[in-house]
């Protein structure tokens, strides 16, 4: 008799968890502080050593990250930021809960990152015009850095400060230096959600050199409160006083998130090195199918958090939605980022409408992204590069 079973699904990402990962989360449950504790620091410290910067604050997601980032940096109402439109919609909304404004630069066709020559020609019309940004927000697309040198010496010409969105990029290097290391920017905010690099279930994380901007983003993921030494010098004041000088937030990542997340950068050199491995596999066995394959920098090394190919329309008739349903099909599901960001109701209600920036569109119009995560075995990715040949064969 054949086996005909159902082969298993392969997602597009996944967390990798092992023993000791479990165990480190096990030891916190077993310790005298589940949250606000010890944990936190150890993995704060250890993400910043990693990336050679100064300061690190954990929260509870990469939206709080880039949220009370913008508020750190002084976005208020009348401000304006701008982001790229090929993103997940946090790295826009930042501005809107900071009662900002919203505006995008089209991306470059080949990294899929934003533009800079675009953002050179749009700073200087701002300029002109009186609409320059306050904060610019370069999203680090798929684990590839953005230009950042060139990026950097345009914010600094027209006095706009700059957040990084590297939710996909830890573990990623511009010009062999880690991404995270805010050489060229105020603040860089990284992703823990379950499909990133490295996870904590939830979470994210910000890094600056900036002593000020750290001590206020400290306030601001915990309601605002401090218990600096004036407050605590204040008449009447004790051992028990704090004071809210910030309208702050909770949120604060717990012990158990951190003592995952500690766990996990043990072995992010190991993930880093399979993610890259199965790119080279994918550029080897994918090079003979009418697919445009990634692109990468040459100033860049990228974490591969996703890995994007679009059909090459100038040599076949298969498009986008034929292959996605035909990995469906064959239980692979892979997944289409980034629907543009102007494109969402939300935005179209702001103003912003299809043909806003053409670039980022043309590349949605293709993109898909197939599975790739550290727990992918060879197998399982040649099951996806056979789909493939079959879908363009058929």
């Known amino acids: 008799m054949n086996d005909r079973r ?42 910043a050593e990693f ?54 630069v089209d991306i470059d066709a080949r990294s899929y990152n934003l ?101 206020r983003l400290l306030r601001l993921r915990s309601h605002g409160i401090t218990r600096d030494e004036q407050v605590m010098a204040e008449p009447g004041a004790g051992p028990w006083s704090y004071a809210q000088v910030d309208l702050g937030f909770n949120y604060r990542m717990t012990d158990l998130q951190a003592a995952l997340g500690a766990s996990q950068m043990n072995r992010l050199a190991a993930f880093l090195e399979r993610r890259r491995a199965l790119v080279t596999r994918y550029n080897k066995l994918l090079a003979t199918l009418p697919l445009i394959l990634p692109w990468q920098h040459p100033d860049t090394n990228s974490s591969w ?8 329309p100038t040599r076949t008739r298969v498009n986008r939605l034929r292959l996605y349903h035909g990995l469906r099909e064959r239980q692979i599901h892979a997944q289409v980022h980034y629907i543009p960001v102007h494109t969402q109701p939300w935005y179209r209600d702001l103003g912003f409408k299809p043909g806003d920036f053409p670039v980022a569109e043309h590349y949605y119009s293709g993109a898909l992204s197939l599975p790739l995560y550290p727990d992918l075995t060879d197998e399982g990715q040649t099951r996806v590069v056979a789909a493939l040949q079959a879908l363009f064969a058929g």
């Open 51 to 104: 990336c050679g910067a100064r300061y690190a604050v954990a929260v509870s997601s990469a939206t709080a990250a880039l949220h009370i980032g913008a508020l750190a940096l002084g976005l208020g109402p009348g401000d304006r930021l701008w982001t790229s439109p090929n993103t997940f919609v946090a790295s826009a909304n930042c501005a809107l809960y900071c009662g900002a404004q919203v505006d995008f």
């Open 6 to 47: 159902t082969p298993p699904p392969l997602p597009y990402g996944r967390q990798c968890i092992n023993e000791d990962d479990i165990a480190a989360v096990v030891a916190v449950l077993r310790s005298d502080f589940i949250t606000q504790g010890p944990t936190i620091a150890r993995f704060e410290q250890r993400v």
């Open 115 to 215: 533009s800079v020559a675009l953002l050179a020609a749009k700073l200087e019309s701002a300029s002109a015009s009186g609409t320059l940004p306050k904060v610019l927000v370069p999203v680090h697309f798929a684990g590839q850095s953005c230009e950042m040198q060139p990026i950097a010496a345009l914010c600094e010409k027209y006095g706009v400060r700059i957040m990084e969105d590297a939710s996909h990029a830890v573990g990623a290097l511009y010009q062999g230096q880690p991404v995270g290391n805010c050489l060229h920017s105020e603040l860089a905010v990284f992703s823990f959600h379950p499909v990133k690099i490295i996870t904590t279930g939830e979470g994210g994380m910000l890094l600056t050199n900036d002593s000020e901007l750290h001590a």
């Open 305 to 312: 958090h996703l890995y994007v190919v679009q059909p090459d």
